[in-house]
């Protein structure tokens, strides 16, 4: 099939690249670099730098490629900024997303793979989450995929346009060529990393009184290469079956302090950490629960250790202690 992926220069869509390619499709990514880098996107696949606000390109890139589906990842998805900034993040992630569901109809694209996130979840909800459980977003970043989730569903009544909706726990880990870098970056296993470089003096422990075992935030914890398998397979789902929604994560929790603990077994760095207050819209526990993906699809994550996950992270690390350098 002949995909366009947005945001595929990112850290899990250059990797969601690499694992369509290799399922024998065609790829062109659509990226503005704002967050991605080029060297992360495969020479294997058709490069269109441009943003989802230029319709005019977009729709360009969709008819020159003669792309067939369109994965979907380019979005604003840092919650703390999307809490100070929530214009930015309505505008990146709803009417830009809005704009290429509109782009794709009527150059007659139907099929579409779409990146979405745990933070549609209600707080206060049991433990391991399905997909049947309440929405209700604590934070504008859950919002505004919850929106474009919510806009798919009519779409697909209105107009035919079949979607698979991934709704993403943490992502983390790298392959052998691929890995974390985002500037500035936020998430917890490669700050961790970074401080075993030496690359910065302390870790941060975003808040230690919440209702956990230990005070910290527990979160499940996927391979990324793991979840791009499952756009591949969702991808290639959607050539017949209907529009679905699915959680993927591995269904075990750990919490930022067994993180850190784990980091320092793995590099032999002491990583000293320093404790910060929360962050506003940080929810205390998200896990997943990927029976449904497991059962109709049949993925099966294949690293599900948090050992694996930390180590595959900092031989990246170690090979790419300044990112992709650019």
């Known amino acids: 099939?002949?995909?366009?992926?947005?945001?595929?220069?990112?850290?899990?869509?250059?990797?969601?690249?690499?694992?369509?390619?290799k399922s024998g499709h065609e790829v062109t990514v659509y990226d503005n670099l704002?967050?991605?880098?080029?060297?992360?996107?495969?020479?294997?696949?058709?490069?269109?730098?441009?943003?989802?606000?230029?319709?005019?390109?977009?729709?360009?890139?969709?008819?020159?490629?003669?792309?067939?589906?369109?994965?979907?990842?380019?979005?604003?998805?840092?919650?703390g900024e999307s809490v100070s900034n929530p214009a930015q993040c309505f505008q990146n992630n709803v009417v830009n997303g809005l704009r290429l569901l509109d782009v794709m109809l009527r150059a007659g694209?139907?099929?579409?793979?779409?990146?979405?996130t745990a933070a549609v979840y209600a707080a206060g909800r049991s433990e391991p989450l399905k997909e049947t459980d309440p929405l209700g977003p604590n934070n504008p970043y859950g919002?505004?995929?919850?929106?474009?989730?919510?806009?798919?569903?009519?779409?697909?009544?209105?107009?035919?346009?079949?979607?698979?909706?991934?709704?993403?726990?943490?992502?983390a880990g790298a392959t052998e060529t691929l890995g974390e870098d985002h500037r500035p970056e936020t998430h917890l296993i490669p700050?961790?990393?970074?401080?075993?470089?030496q690359k910065r003096p302390v870790v941060e422990i975003f808040g230690t009184d919440y209702d956990t075992p230990d005070g910290t935030c527990i979160r499940d914890y996927i391979h990324v290469s793991d979840l791009a398998r499952a756009h591949v397979l969702a991808l290639e789902y959607l050539r017949e079956g209907p529009?679905?929604?699915?959680?993927?994560?591995?269904?075990?929790?750990?919490?930022?302090?067994?993180v850190i603990r784990a980091a320092r077994t793995i590099t032999g760095d002491s990583i000293p950490a320093l404790i910060s207050a929360r962050r506003p819209g940080d929810p205390p526990v998200l896990i997943?629960?990927?029976?449904?993906?497991?059962?109709?699809?049949?993925?099966?994550?294949?690293?599900?250790?948090?050992?694996e996950i930390i180590r595959s992270a900092w031989h990246w690390q170690r090979q790419h202690p300044d990112g992709y350098a650019e």
């Not at 997943?288 to 599900?304: F, M, N, T, V, Y």
């Open 243 to 258: 529009s679905r929604v699915y959680n993927l994560g591995n269904g075990k929790g750990f919490s930022v302090r067994q």
């Open 191 to 197: 700050l961790v990393l970074q401080t075993a470089l």
């Open 109 to 116: 694209i139907r099929k579409l793979v779409f990146s979405s």
């Open 143 to 171: 919002e505004s995929k919850l929106i474009l989730e919510n806009i798919l569903k009519w779409y697909d009544v209105a107009y035919g346009l079949r979607y698979v909706s991934l709704r993403y726990f943490n992502a």
């Open 288 to 307: 997943a629960s990927s029976e449904l993906i497991r059962k109709d699809l049949g993925w099966q994550p294949r690293i599900d250790s948090l050992h």
């Open 34 to 79: 704002s967050k991605g880098h080029l060297q992360a996107v495969s020479p294997g696949a058709e490069m269109v730098l441009g943003d989802l606000s230029d319709e005019i390109l977009l729709a360009q890139a969709l008819r020159a490629h003669g792309v067939e589906a369109v994965i979907h990842m380019a979005a604003s998805s840092i919650v």
């Open 1 to 21: 099939m002949r995909v366009l992926v947005t945001g595929g220069a990112g850290y899990v869509g250059s990797v969601v690249v690499d694992e369509l390619l």
